[in-house]
């Protein structure tokens, strides 16, 4: 048996759509896997009962068939589907390390990420790797279709869930077909800067390259709520705000010392909207760790 615990993710970051990506502190799941004949799946805690325990469904049974690894596994879900935290990459993540352990199947964390991206394609109907890859590696990632970098880093965030669930195949759908060169000009700008600021750990920095005008705004639509959080999140000191890989989940980068203030800002903002909020004061994580 093996027992892993894999982090929370922030995808995109605005300016890195389908290419940058964050381990948060926590949220976390905790995946656990025995060998057996053929796979099966049972799922408790945070949003259970929205998550097929089919393995045909279900991304950590795409992981256990790519590794050739049947096991009956176990996901006991801190991080909440639909939320925009990457809560089946985490999932897929953990299977993955687990039963690249147990089986022994000597595949790096890298090696690794293909096939739990693999896993997300089973929910989102494309196979991106912009959460897998930091719920696999930690810190910040950057994950092109070639190879994935990443880098430890410390740079405070909020996370805040409204709760209406946003499904990721339906946030792909308001994604633009094409961009201006004015647009790609200005995005390349300020993914640019938001690298240079995670390499140095500097959120000032990492929040004036975290937004684009390209996806975020059409997104934005989807969550009630969204341009009011963000205006209170800056107004109690993030230095960026934007949404947390499809969403509805939001993610602001701020000082260590304004993330109380900068949660309960956003908090009361969606809740003036009447949606019920929860926030989660972190930084930027580990990747999955065997227990
Ligand atoms: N890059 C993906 C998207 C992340 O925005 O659709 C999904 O969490």
């Known amino acids: 048996m093996r027992t892993v615990r894999a982090p929370a993710t922030s995808a995109n970051l605005g300016s890195g759509f389908d290419t940058f990506g964050v381990a948060l502190g926590r949220p976390a799941d905790i995946v656990r896997v025995e060998r057996a004949n053929r796979t099966t799946i049972e799922v408790t805690g945070a949003g259970a009962q929205y998550i097929p325990e089919d393995p045909e469904r279900n991304t950590v049974g795409a992981v256990a068939e790519a590794l050739d690894a049947p096991a009956h596994i176990r996901i006991d879900k801190g991080v909440r589907p639909a939320s925009g935290l990457g809560s089946s990459a985490a999932s897929a993540a953990g299977a993955a390390v687990a039963l690249n352990d147990l089986y022994d199947r000597g595949l790096s964390r890298e090696e690794l990420v293909p096939i739990a991206a693999e896993g997300e394609a089973v929910v989102a109907g494309t196979p991106h790797a912009d959460n897998v890859a930091p719920a696999l590696l930690g810190g910040f990632t950057v994950a092109t279709a070639e190879r994935v970098h990443s880098v430890a880093t410390s740079v405070p965030l909020v996370v805040c869930l409204p709760e209406e669930p946003i499904s990721t195949r339906d946030a792909r759908q308001v994604v633009p077909d094409d961009v201006s060169i004015e647009e790609m ?107």
Not at 194 to 214: A, I, K, N, Q
């Open 185 to 291: 000009v200005e995005t390349v700008g300020r993914a640019a800067t938001l690298t240079v600021g995670m390499c140095r750990s500097e959120p000032e920095l990492v929040g004036s390259g975290m937004d684009d005008s390209v996806v975020t705004p059409r997104r934005a639509q989807l969550i009630t709520g969204y341009d009011d959080a963000v205006a209170a999140a800056e107004e109690a000191g993030a230095y960026g705000v934007t949404v947390s890989g499809s969403g509805p989940g939001v993610v602001a980068v701020c000082g260590a010392d304004d993330r109380r203030s900068v949660a309960s800002a956003m908090v009361g903002a969606f809740e003036e909207h009447g949606a019920d909020a929860r926030a989660y004061r972190t930084d930027v994580g580990r990747g999955a760790e065997l227990l």
